[in-house]
Nanobody, 125 residues
Framework: VQLQASGGGLVQAGGSLRLSCVTS????????MGWFRQAPGKEREGVSC????????YYADSVKGRFTISRDNAKNTVYLQMNGLKPEDTAVYYC???????????????????WGQGTLVTVSS
């Protein structure tokens, strides 16, 4: 399993970035895919995920309305469009296979344990 995230960079608050994660080594369109992030000194957290067919998406409250997840099953790639970036979005972003949804209205996500190289997003104030 290989997961290669890219597209991070330095952006001012209010700006946008589009992350990509190219995958290989598994049947991409059989899996839920998610984006996770880890800020300095904090635990990794789930941000968003998308079902295998791409028609259902889920978001953490902290990014809802600002981030959009999508996937291209023909390219084995998952994307994260990030708009309205805030300094608190600064983190290393990773994609992963896993499971996710809402429990009592709260977003949850669990990765299956395979982590590729992440991409650093830095948002300046």
């Amino acid at each position: 399993v290989q997961l290669q995230a890219s597209g991070g960079g330095l952006v001012q608050a209010g700006g946008s970035l589009r992350l990509s994660c190219v995958t290989s080594g598994f049947i991409f369109d059989h899996y839920v895919m998610g984006w996770f992030r880890q800020a300095p000194g904090k635990e990794r957290e789930g941000v968003s995920c998308i079902n295998a067919s791409g028609d259902t998406t889920y978001y953490a409250d902290s990014v809802k309305g600002r981030f959009t997840i999508s996937r291209d099953n023909a390219k084995n790639t998952v994307y994260l469009q990030m708009n309205g970036l805030k300094p608190e979005d600064t983190a290393v972003y990773y994609c992963a296979r896993g499971n996710c949804g809402y429990r009592s209205g709260t977003y949850y996500s669990v990765a299956d344990g395979d982590w590729g190289q992440g991409t650093l997003v830095t948002v300046s104030s």
